[in-house]
């Protein structure tokens, strides 16, 4: 990219590479979570796996109550 070369805001979102970040929560990314956390999968690999970062994981878990 150029100096010069115009930019959007999407241009400044930390953490391309989480694919699903900024995107509403389904039912099925819920089951999936709650599987993974009782399995104690590794957060990290959580947020990998669902293409997330790690404090929407960690988010998540609270708000479904799993995590304090």
Do not use: C, V
Request: charged residues 40%.
């Amino acid at each position: 990219r150029e100096i010069n070369e115009p930019f959007s805001i999407k241009d400044l979102k930390p953490n391309q590479r989480s694919g699903n970040a900024y995107k509403k929560w389904e039912k099925k990314d819920d089951i999936i979570l709650k599987l993974h956390y009782r399995l104690n999968t590794p957060i990290s690999e959580i947020a990998k796996e669902m293409k997330r970062g790690i404090g929407a994981i960690n988010s998540r878990l609270k708000k479904l109550q799993l995590k304090e």
